[in-house]
Structures are given as structure tokens and as C-alpha cells.
């Protein structure tokens, strides 16, 4: 799920008048401009907006013709710095004395971010990076100021490279970039793992590709992916992981519906339900319609998506219309049925309850939730996931079941929340499902490093040493 702007701070993304910056003198397709945007993303966020809707607030206004050339070195740097920004933030009060203007500690954390990776496999060459923050900082009038501090931070940085970077590793916030709170709940819920975990989340997910049962075959489409030469590899039963990430249009057959992008995960989710055709489905919380479109792929159903959120129900249907195929779209709230559901006399052989939750299971793709998040927000969480699930499960029919799925790693929501139910509903029958799939990265055979999948399962539900993001999955049956 992409994370929503938190309700905490309304409106993140609006600068009150006096804040905003001046005119930026720089060339859109430089590292500057990129660093100046993607600082502005990083402070909206420290704000509490989404990432991906704080770039899009960052691209409005951006020069004609910028966007194009600027969006991907825009994105690729705030991201990066999403998953390093305790490290660079505790790099940042080691170096300075006095905290900078927010915009300037930000512009600083971007270029930290792309100065942490060894030479080998940094972006651009240090003193790039360097000579590009001294030139963003500068271009805006009411921070030139700053120019001989970026430029003192990031060159003593570079000066006491292994130390400071040693250093951070005693700081297990700096260490494993997530929030004390996180890490705390990391271990007590895996106390064998929880490095592991961790790693895995701070790592960027791979491309994942599921292919259209009704148009294609994994080894089809492997085939296909040969003939274009680009290598992937299979990652499960629809499951086609590419080697090397690549926008979307370039992708073989997915303008036309022939592949959907969904991590390996994820695609558990229309399999266990094992739909038939004819059968009666509720996709209960939809958006954006990833699942539906798998369970259409695989049987012709009779098929619900319901989803509270008008906005991001228009994304179903935008989905549907790729893969030319077809679902009722109801707007309405899953835990108060009378106002969607009218067809009382029929019940649904299927729900799909993949409710909100926290997507801790989701952070190698969405890095900014672990900063948007609060150890308040689970057990909200926790008490949302309960109330839907009470109500849709008058709606299933006798014999038929109900999958439970969160992309949380936190067995709140997971484990617990299943024996929950089970205790509560005495008609529920608990069936054969994979309960909590951690994170798992794909490595060689020799890697034993913690960022490795050590001690997890070399072998899962989602596929041989596969590369998954986090979920749970719980199935009833109903006598
Ligand atoms: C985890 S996402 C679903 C992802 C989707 N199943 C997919 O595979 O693309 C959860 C969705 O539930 C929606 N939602 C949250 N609360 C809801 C509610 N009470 N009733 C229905 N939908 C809800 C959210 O807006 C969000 O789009």
C-alpha cells in the first residue's frame, strides 16, 4: 500500500508564504537541481507527507521541460536518502555545530546519502557530489550563506569517511535506519531474524512481474524477455523477477496487459484464495485493484473491489482497463457493509481482506513509512483490521472463505490478529495458508553477510530463495 500523507500535520506539503524558497538558478538536468529537489521532498516528509506525494508537490513547479530530465535523479536520490537518513542525520549532528535551516540539513542529507556508498558503488564521484551541494545551496539567495559550511561538512566527511561511518554503527538508530521504536519491535517479534529483517528492508526491492494467466505462461514470457534481451529469472508460479530494474513502458507486453508490476508476495494472495469460475468475490479493500486484476487473471468471477477511498478507486479500474478485464467498483467502507452491500441473500464464495496495516512488510519500497509511522499508530491499526474483519464475515457463505492479508511484519497484525479471529468465531475453520513471510533478499549461495537472509528459510511459500517483500496470510473456512 503507498502510504497516505499521516493526518498528524494537515497539510505538509504547503509551505506558509514566508517559507517559501526563492528562485533556483540552476540547470535542471544538473546534480544541484536534483539535490535542492530531492532536499525538499526529504523535509516534506520530515513533516509527515508520503514521499510520492512529495515529489509530485516538489515537480509542480518545475521549470518547463525539467521534469523529464530531473524526475529520475530526483527520485533515485530521495529514496536513497529514505533508507540512510538516521545514518546521515546523525553524520549531520556529528559535523556541524549548530544545526543548519532545515532546507540546508536537507540538501546535507542528500548529498551524505550519495557519499555513504563506497566508491564502487556510488552514483556520482564524491567530488561531484560535493561541488554540486556547495552549487545548490548557493543558488538560492537566502541560504548562500551556508555555501562554506555544505562544502566543510561534506569534505570533512569525506576526510574521516571510515571512522565517522564506524562510529555510526554503535548507534543502532544510525545503524539500521529505522526509528528506536521499530527496531525495538523488530526484536521482540524476531529474536532470531531481526537483523536480518532489518537488512532486508533497507535494501531497494527488485522489479517483480506477474504474468497474465489468460495471455502468457512465466516460461513464455521468459522467452520473450530473452528475445528483447533483458534477464530475469522465474520467482514463482506467475512470478518473473528482471535482473535490472526499467520503467514500466519499456517492459515487454505491459501496455497491452501482458504482465502487471506485483512483488512475489503479494501474488499469493488471488492463489490461495483458489477461485473458480462463477464464483461470487469481495476484493474488500482494493486499491489499487493489484489483487483483483491477479484473481480475474486466473477465473471468470462474479467479482466486487470495494475500496473506501474514491481517489485511489479510480486506480482500479485504470488497472482493469490494461489487462481488459472487468469488476463491480463500489466506494464504501468494508466494516459497515449496509451501506454497499444490498444483496443480502448473497453471500461471497470469496473475501479478499487485505486491510489497512502498517506495510512495514513494504519499507524496501516505500523507505518512508518507517519515518511516517508511530508505535501508537499499530494498535489503531490493530482495532481497524478487527472491525473489518467482524463485518465481512457475515458476507462469506457457508463453505466458503475468507484470506486475511496484511504487508505487516508485525505479528499485531498478523499472527495475533488470525487467533483473534479464530477465538472470536467460533465457525471459522483456520486452513492451510503461510502465515508470516518475512522480507527475504535473494543472495549467492556463499553470502553470509547480515544483510543477507540469514536465518530465514532458505525456501518459502513465494518461491525457491526468492526476493519478497513482507505479508501475512491467514484463511478461514466457514462451516
Ligand atoms: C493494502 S491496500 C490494498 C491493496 C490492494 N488489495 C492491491 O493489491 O492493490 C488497503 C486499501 O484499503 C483501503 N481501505 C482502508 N480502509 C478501508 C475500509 N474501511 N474499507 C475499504 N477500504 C479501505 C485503503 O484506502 C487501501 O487502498
Known sequence: MTPKPSSRSASPLARPRESRLSMLHLAPESLGFALD???????????????????????????????????GAVQDIAYRTMRRLATVEWL??????????????HVLACSLALLVDDEANAAYAPFTVVDQAVSAIGARREFAFAKGLVNAVLRNFLRERETLLNAAQADEVARWNYPAWWIDAVKRAWPDTWQAVLAAGTTQGP?????????????????????????????????????????????????????????????????LLGVRDGMRVLDACAAPGGKTGHLLELANLQLVALESDASRARRIGENLQRLKLEAEVRIGDAGAPAKWHDDIDQPFDRILADVPCSASGIVRRHPDIRWLRRASDIPALVAEQRRILDALWPLVKSGGELLYVTCSIFPEEGELQAQWFGDKHQDAVRLDAPGQLLPSVARAPADTSAGSDAGQPAEDSAGANSDHDGFFYARFQKR
Do not use: W
Open 207 to 271: 522489479l517483480t512481474l506477474r504474468v497474465n494467466a489468460r495471455r502468457s505462461t512465466v516460461d513464455a514470457y521468459l522467452q520473450v524477455l530473452q528475445n528483447h534481451h533483458i534477464a530475469a529469472s522465474r520467482a514463482g508460479d506467475y512470478a518473473v523477477k528482471l535482473d535490472t530494474p526499467m520503467p514500466v513502458d519499456r517492459i515487454p507486453g505491459f501496455n497491452d496487459g501482458v504482465v502487471s508490476v506485483q512483488d512475489a508476495g503479494a501474488q499469493l494472495a488471488a492463489q
Open 92 to 105: 549531520i549532528a556529528k559535523l556541524v555545530k549548530k544545526a543548519p535551516p532545515p532546507h540546508v540539513g
Open 37 to 71: 529537489c530531492a532536499g525538499q521532498a526529504v523535509g516534506a516528509v520530515r513533516l509527515g507527507a508520503a514521499l510520492p506525494a512529495a515529489l509530485q508537490a516538489v515537480f509542480v513547479p518545475a521549470p518547463e521541460g525539467s521534469a523529464a530530465a530531473a524526475r
